[in-house]
């Protein structure tokens, strides 16, 4: 593309670096019905964050993305956006390799790289073990402490486990979201991992299509990790993304799940700009 077209694409689309507005801008022009997870797979060299050839995925398999509306009014006026990631064990970096990037660092590293002069802070509260009654609890003392823009719920994998009351679950979490909405800050559920033994749990199955209801009537991002995982599980059996216990990740577990959420947010919160007459 010439580059004075190119320079007016940056001027639209702001602290988006050239390649990246060109990017949006395609995705623009293919026009909203067609959602940004297609564009994003029509689209896949120019986009940004990448994803590395052990962790890429469909686009289908990764997000939908939905509005960040309130770190998206921030972005242009500020130069740090602090981010709470809250979950369990997945959180927490439990089974990573000691001296390696944490998931967290990771994420943090992708996200600055994508918003060029942003300073990305994520404040990492994993604790392994945990279900979404005492995470929500939790959450919101963090919440008044940490003052984030951006909160990342990494949720329902201990409740599955727990057998806490799907009703129960799902009250907590939207009573939790709409906490979060109340007081401008915006959400992202991580979604549950895949992991083969839990496949036909009746429990694991409840809480997951749970969390699939309440991000989708909520309008909330949902990073689909077990449909990213289990995707990779089948075209790549020889990268496995778990330890030997099958349940906590590995090194390449961490990588994958940091670069999915990087990209699923990132998506996301460009999107009002890449639908017409949203601006």
Known sequence: MAKPVAGALERRFGRLRGSTAVYFCFAWLMGAEQ?????LGETRDAVLPPL???????????AAPEPLPNVAVKLPHEKTVRIL???SSASSNI???PGIKTYSMQLEALLETALKDI???IINRGLPGEVAATAAERLKSEVVTEKPDLVLWQVGMNDALSRVDPDDFEQTVRSTISWLQDNHIDVV???MQYAPRFVKDAAFLEIRERMRKIAATSNILYVRRYDAMQFIARTRANQPQMMRDEFHLNDLG?????????RAVIASLYLKKVRPGSN
């Not at 959602?35 to 564009?39: D, E, I, K, T, Y």
């Not at 590395?52 to 990764?62: E, R």
């Open 35 to 39: 959602g940004l997870g297609q564009a």
């Open 52 to 62: 590395s050839p052990s962790c890429d995925v469909p686009p289908a398999d990764l």
């Open 85 to 87: 990631a809250i979950g």
């Open 95 to 97: 089974g990573a390799t």
């Open 119 to 121: 300073d990305i802070q």
């Open 189 to 191: 559920l991580v979604g």
């Open 254 to 262: 961490y990588q994958c799940m940091a670069e999915h959420v990087a």
